[in-house]
């Protein structure tokens, strides 16, 4: 991990990620990463409330069906989000390069995402024929029809999650391999050596002016 004075990026030629040559420069807002405390009371809420979901055999509440704990899941999840907002830095880099690799990256993470969004909407339209019968009270399943109802009911929440991380994988910021650090520095996770010591020549020059 090495920490940087973004600004400096601007006049660095070379894709922190890639090593390539910068062949266009975008305003990058770095987000802090969430506190360990918050990550943790995250993954707790997802064991607790997301596992009964998809496992009945787990679900300790009186409540045989799973949208109680779906409610409690995305509950949760909200305020999780929320928190983290709340307690965000941000530090903007006003010109940080990229190089052709990048954009690239981005547009097919984009696309996978949109293609998750759009399964999670054909998939609802599977509740219909698969989901719904049993609800309103229909046949015994046999344990393949249940296996198949499962994967149906469950199927939408899986690309939708699917579809959220990997737009937050396109962010800029990610790309670039950064988050916020202390006093308005950005923490980059694993720079090319290349791009390392071209800022680190800017900082000595930065200190003898
Ligand atoms: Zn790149």
């Known amino acids: 991990m090495v920490t940087i004075v973004p600004q400096w990026s601007g006049s660095v030629a070379i894709c922190a990620r890639h090593g390539l040559p910068v062949t266009f420069r975008t305003e990058v807002w770095f987000r802090s990463r969430p506190p360990v405390l918050l990550c943790v009371a995250v993954f707790v809420v997802v064991i607790a409330a997301g596992l009964p979901v998809v496992v ?59 293609t998750c969004f759009l399964l999670t909407v054909c998939s609802c339209a599977l509740y219909v024929p698969f989901v719904l019968p049993e609800q309103v009270g229909g046949d015994e399943l046999s344990p393949f029809q249940a296996i198949v109802r499962w994967a ?58």
């Open 152 to 209: 149906v009911a469950v199927a939408p929440g899986v690309f939708a999650i699917v579809g959220a991380v990997l737009l937050a994988f396109a962010r800029w910021s990610v790309l670039a391999g950064g988050v916020a650090g202390k006093d308005g520095t950005v923490v980059l996770r694993r720079p090319v050596l290349e791009f390392v010591r071209a800022i680190a020549e800017l900082g000595r020059a930065a200190e003898k002016a």
């Open 56 to 114: 009945p055999a787990a679900r300790y509440l009186d409540d045989p069906d799973p949208e109680l704990y779906l409610l409690l899941l995305f509950g949760g999840l909200f305020a999780g989000w929320l928190v983290h907002n709340v307690m965000l830095r941000q530090v903007s880099a006003p010109a940080w390069g990229f190089c052709d690799v990048c954009p690239a990256l981005r547009s097919r993470l984009v696309g996978t995402a949109v």
